[in-house]
């Protein structure tokens, strides 16, 4: 390959892959739901890696999220730079042969194919494993000096800062979330279901605060904005990193929201810091209140009886908690999912949801049932917590489906919320949320002429609320 010439303005474009968001739903109620922005979440991963780009190139990043049109490749760049969760990668796939078949040179990046490197190159001319940080500025240098790699992997490269994204290539008004911020990356947990530690290892690791709290102040004065996401795997994985954050962000008089684990029920410092700070609710990853359940997806750092005394905790400082449970593992059943929404209702959750067991590829999870010949599909949008891809052990694909949705609209039943949420004092956030999730449910069974289904629908084989009604899928 020839070296390019430096005195002439290059230009890459990053594209963020359509994903639809989610199967549960319909796209009109998720419209409905979002106020009619085009998407849930800017795609921070790409202003992240255009922020990386050096000054002698142009970036521009393309939303399929955000536009009505599927983006058609266009010959007008250097490079094209796409990023994939597990759930975008056939678009990505397609949208690189693309522009492969015009000539230009495609970097692919982004959790899947970091899990995937061999799968991604099969479309790609590079492909980025791991941080954009540590990776992207190797491949583009390379390729101006025309020694362009297959593979840039960031564990072979000095560790770098986390970087600010460039939200000034997008439009705030296509997103309802348009200021997530990240704090932290990875996890010290090693789950044994989820992408983080599979692919970024255990090694957690902390923005500069500084830079930190300069996004924070920039958004509010250029967007009006006052409440963000932090976009974290783990918002406490450094309890003493945190407790500093959260001191600095008390001036700032933010409302914030983001993930953790639920060991800062430990820490009352690190909560009364937070609270104090503006955080208003957390998403725990709690997947299931069965200590064998927790034992079988390698959550081994808590004790599942220890939950409900720290949910209490928690949420005594005024924190509103969303509890993440997954169903289908092989110790799950249909009682046992009935149980653990039973739990989530009872330890007063302000919202919950319950995917399906989803076996990410690079995770333990794929890597066991493969070997035990239980992946039944390949197809990666389906990789969606939605979808049945793995074969379960206690139901048929159809009854786990069932599980879900039953759960889904027991726990966002208004009887359900109004135990839950009380009226006084009024939560008027997790009021409108726990609404605005029943009102999607309801239209969603509604338009397909069905009644809500519930656990009880297991008891009875002839029960009208059957998602699915074809006698040979069911096993009771
Ligand atoms: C916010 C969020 C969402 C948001 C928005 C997602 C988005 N695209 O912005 C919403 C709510 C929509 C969402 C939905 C889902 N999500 Co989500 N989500 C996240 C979360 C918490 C943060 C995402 C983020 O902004 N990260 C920050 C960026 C900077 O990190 P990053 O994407 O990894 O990018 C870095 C590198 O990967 C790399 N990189 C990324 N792209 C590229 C491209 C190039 C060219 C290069 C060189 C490098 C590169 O550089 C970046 C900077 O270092 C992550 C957790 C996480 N750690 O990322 C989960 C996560 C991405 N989600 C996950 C999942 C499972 C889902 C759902 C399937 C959940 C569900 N059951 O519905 C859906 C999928 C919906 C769909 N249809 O696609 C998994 C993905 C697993 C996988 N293998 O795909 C994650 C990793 C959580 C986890 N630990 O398992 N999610
Ligand atoms: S605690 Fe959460 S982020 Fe950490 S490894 Fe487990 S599931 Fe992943």
């Known amino acids: 390959m020839q070296p390019v010439d430096i005195k002439r303005k290059y230009k890459i474009r990053f594209v963020n892959p359509r994903s639809p968001l989610s ?50 490749p266009k010959a007008d760049c250097d490079i094209v730079a796409i990023g994939a969760m597990t759930t975008q990668a056939p678009r ?48 583009i240098s390379d390729f101006e000096k025309g020694e362009l790699k297959q593979k840039y992997n960031w564990r072979d490269f000095p560790p770098a800062d986390i970087a600010t994204p460039r939200k000034d290539l997008l439009n705030p008004k296509d997103y309802l979330v348009f200021n997530p911020i990240q704090t932290t990356r990875g996890c010290p947990h090693n789950c044994s279901f989820c992408t983080t530690p599979a692919i970024f290892g255990r090694k957690f690791r902390q923005r500069k605060i500084d830079d930190i709290i300069e996004e924070i102040r920039q958004a509010k004065e250029q967007f009006g904005t006052n409440f963000f996401i932090f976009s974290d795997d783990n918002f406490a994985g450094n309890r003493k990193w945190a407790y500093e954050l959260c001191q600095w962000m008390v001036p700032l008089k933010i409302k914030w929201a983001s993930q953790c684990d639920i060991l800062i029920s430990e820490s009352d410092k690190l909560l009364a810091a937070m609270r104090d700070s503006g955080c208003i609710g957390l998403i725990l990853g709690l997947e299931s209140p069965r200590q064998n359940t927790l034992f079988e997806a390698g959550k081994r750092f808590v004790d599942a009886d220890s939950y409900l ?44 949801c319950f995917p399906i067991l989803t076996p990410y590829p690079g995770t333990e999870m794929f890597r066991r049932y493969e070997s035990q010949g239980r992946i039944l599909t390949r197809d990666w949008t389906k990789y969606n917590g939605a979808s049945v891809v793995f074969e379960p052990k206690n139901f048929t694909e159809k009854e786990l489906r069932h599980a879900q949705m039953s759960a889904f609209c027991e726990f966002y039943h208004p009887r359900s919320a109004f135990r839950r949420l009380k009226i006084i004092p009024f939560k008027k956030r997790a009021w409108l949320a726990n609404l605005a999730s029943f009102f999607g449910l309801w239209f969603y069974f509604n338009k397909k002429n069905r009644i809500m289904p519930k656990f009880s629908d297991f008891r009875d084989p002839f029960a009208p609320g059957w998602y699915y009604h074809e006698e040979s899928d069911r096993r009771l």
């Open 23 to 72: 199967t549960i739903t319909l796209p009109e109620v998720i419209e409905k739901m979002t106020f009619s922005r085009k998407a849930l979440f800017m795609p921070l991963n790409l202003a992240i890696c255009a922020a990386l780009v050096p000054e002698n190139w142009d970036a521009e990043i393309i939303d399929e999220c955000a536009t009505d049109e599927p983006h058609q």
């Open 92 to 139: 990505a796939y397609e949208i690189a042969d693309g522009y492969r078949k015009l000539g230009i040179k495609v970097f692919l990046g982004g959790i899947h194919p970091s899990a995937l490197p061999d799968e991604a190159l099969e479309h790609a001319d590079a492909v980025a494993i791991g941080d954009a940080e540590s990776t992207l500025p190797y491949m």
């Open 309 to 352: 005394w720290r949910i209490k905790k928690i949420s005594s400082y005024k924190i509103s908690l969303w509890g993440a449970f997954i169903f289908g593992f092989d110790s799950d059943d249909w009682r046992s999912c009935r149980d653990t929404c039973r739990f989530a209702q009872r330890a007063d959750l302000a919202m919950a």
